[in-house]
């Protein structure tokens, strides 16, 4: 590459990085800060910081992890390792609510499958997927510890216990 | 018969702060603030007996023992609550925090105060989300009624304590793996030793304890440690919460005397079998002990007859595998569940699991083959105990090697048929 591209390049970069820092919002930064007071080092505060951006954009970005690896003096890749080890912490987006569908061992003896069944033909998603219209992510989940009423499921912070086919629309419906 | 735990509880409620002194709630706190030096408590906790709620069932008054007491040790010392409940197939610590969470806020001060820690945390998964909402306003009122904070009760201690939520992944209810899971890294379990009672949450002094461990200590301390080990009906001491879920009549938790017996759990306080079902076998106590069947209905709930069943007390709550419903395909979830919950630290349990689960789903399919029963028997070997860094592989593999042999019958039926016997 030519000498003058490769400054060019760099200016870019710096240029980057520059928007990069810039990217957390006010709200998020006094957020984190606050989190940041709690615990010994700033490192520390990272699996929070990730819980705060993810709750103002609903997922995490590699943005997002630019920003908030620049933020508390992390690698990058120091965050991601964090961020995709967590089930709840999303690397990619999700629609506007997030089925969490139990498919643990109680479940699945009550018969979590004909649920999840009935919900991959209604929404038309496989787990791992979004709706269309963004508005539905489906996803499976460990026991969700309310296995006296199985089958059970979340949506966005609902639990729904002792779950039937039938249900599902009137209970999806609250939601659209 | 007496219900320490859960007598206050009304389902569907929370015992509020007034509610809770009014019942007798910090007494306990009082008493020993007043009459008792931390390890003076630590020897109460010690004879009463009690052993841990969370699974592995070690003595809690030995586990407090190692934490070091003298003016030399390093603070701050943390205590910890492990509310991660998410062991498949238990829901009794849900009960505990959404009832009584004032129970389990004075039973975490206690501990503290046993082993002179500084600040405490209770470390609740995301899901249980009814649970946050109350340990946020419990630990608010604590403070404000100086339970919690600088100088408890005028006591000169003091003592801070924060709630954390987790972000998902079952290995943060192993305990060191929750320690860095707190630290904000990945959740692998650390190497032992050195044990967290020494270098812990950032390499100081630190106590796990479960929600139903701590639940126990007002209670101990009001009424003694005699009067603890008369609760019980074996030689472990206490009450049980024990819960029973699967195709039964009734279920649901309770909490009984511990070492009641399987038979009188299910069949009376679950309801028996839903009509149409009988009992194939039984998970005593989660996902990762191993199973027992009808033979073992009489033997006490406890964790000394368990074990001589050969399978563990676990969390006490009961899976039950009813006869429609095929045993490869229970334990292929049950495998299923533990590959993806693998951390990944060590290669047996990272590499290991996702094959047995692979080989279950060949089986399941009927495209086993008689070499697949050798090589799942192999397994229960290799990611046995003492290979792995932790024990959710043995853990796992402990409902694969009692299916192995209690229900072989169903594994090669799936080789010979080219299908599930169970399915059509």
């Not at chain 2, 320490?4 to 007034?18: A, C, D, E, R, V």
């Not at chain 2, 389990?104 to 501990?111: K, P, Q, R, T």
Request: with cysteine; glycine share 8%.
């Amino acid at each position: 590459m030519h000498e003058s591209n490769l400054i060019l390049e760099q200016k870019h970069n710096d240029h980057a990085h520059m928007e990069k820092k810039e990217l957390l919002t006010e709200i998020e930064m006094r957020a984190i800060d606050h989190e940041i007071s709690m615990v010994p080092y700033k490192k520390a505060a990272v699996i929070e910081a990730l819980k705060i951006v993810q709750k103002q954009r609903r997922w995490i970005s590699d943005e997002s992890i630019d920003a908030i690896a620049n933020y508390l003096e992390m690698s990058a890749a120091e965050v991601d390792s964090v961020a995709t080890f967590y089930n709840l912490i999303f690397r990619k987006p999700v629609g506007k609510h997030v089925i969490l569908l139990c498919d643990s061992i109680s479940c699945y003896v009550m018969g979590y499958g004909k649920i999840y069944e009935a919900l991959q033909k209604q929404l038309n998603i496989q787990f791992g997927q979004t709706t269309k219209d963004n508005l539905f992510t489906l996803l499976p989940n460990v026991c969700l510890g309310c296995c006296d009423h199985a089958p059970a499921m979340m949506i966005d912070e609902d639990l729904y216990e002792d779950v039937k086919e039938e249900q599902l629309d009137r209970i999806l419906e609250l939601y659209k | 018969m007496e219900q320490p735990l859960t007598k206050n509880i009304i389902t569907g409620n929370t015992l509020s702060l007034k509610d809770y002194e009014q019942a007798g709630g910090y007494a306990a706190l009082r008493k020993v603030l007043k009459d008792n030096s931390p390890q003076q408590v630590q020897q109460i906790v010690k004879d009463s007996g009690l052993k841990g709620r969370g699974g592995a069932g070690f003595s809690t008054g030995i586990k407090w023992s190692f934490v070091p007491m003298d003016e030399n040790a390093r603070h701050p010392k943390y205590l910890i609550c492990n509310a991660d409940e998410m062991e498949p197939g238990t829901f009794k610590d849900r009960l505990l925090l959404e009832g009584n969470p004032h129970q389990l806020l004075e039973g975490m001060i206690l501990a503290a105060y046993a082993i002179k820690a500084d600040i405490s945390y209770v470390f609740l998964r995301w899901a249980y989300r009814k649970a946050a909402e109350i340990m946020e306003k419990s630990i608010s009122d604590a403070y404000a009624a100086g339970y919690v904070g600088k100088n408890v009760l005028g006591s000169g201690w003091n003592l801070e304590m924060y709630l954390h939520t987790g972000v998902g992944r079952y290995i943060c209810g192993e305990e060191t793996a929750l320690l860095n899971a707190l630290e904000g890294k990945r959740a692998t379990p650390r190497a032992k030793p050195p044990f967290p009672q020494v270098s812990g949450l950032y390499g100081k002094p630190t106590i796990v304890n479960n929600v139903e461990t701590l639940s126990c200590l007002p209670h101990i301390i009001n009424n003694g440690a005699d009067w603890f080990r008369s609760l019980s009906v074996s030689e472990d001491s206490g009450t049980k919460l024990y819960g029973v879920s699967g195709k039964v009549k009734r279920p649901g938790v309770w909490e009984l005397p511990l070492g009641t017996t399987m038979r009188e759990i299910i069949e009376e306080y679950a309801g028996g079998m839903t009509n149409g079902y009988s009992l194939k076998g039984v998970l005593p106590g989660g996902a990762s002990t191993d199973f027992l069947t009808e033979q073992h209905l009489d033997i006490k709930m406890d964790y000394t007859s368990v074990a001589a069943a050969g399978s563990r007390l676990g969390t006490g709550t009961i899976v039950v595998m009813d006869d429609k419903t095929c045993p490869v395909g229970f334990v292929h979830n049950l495998q299923h569940f533990f590959a993806q919950e693998s951390c990944g630290w060590c290669t047996p349990c990272r590499e290991g699991l996702p094959w047995v689960e692979r080989i279950l789903s060949g089986l399941e399919k009927g495209n086993g083959s008689p070499e697949d029963m050798e090589l799942l028997q192999m397994h229960t070997q290799y990611l046995g105990p003492g290979n792995t860094y932790c024990a959710l592989a043995p853990g796992a593999m402990e409902p694969l090697q009692s299916a192995l042999k209690y229900f072989r019958e169903d594994f090669v039926r799936h080789i010979e048929e080219y299908k599930c016997p169970y399915e059509g």
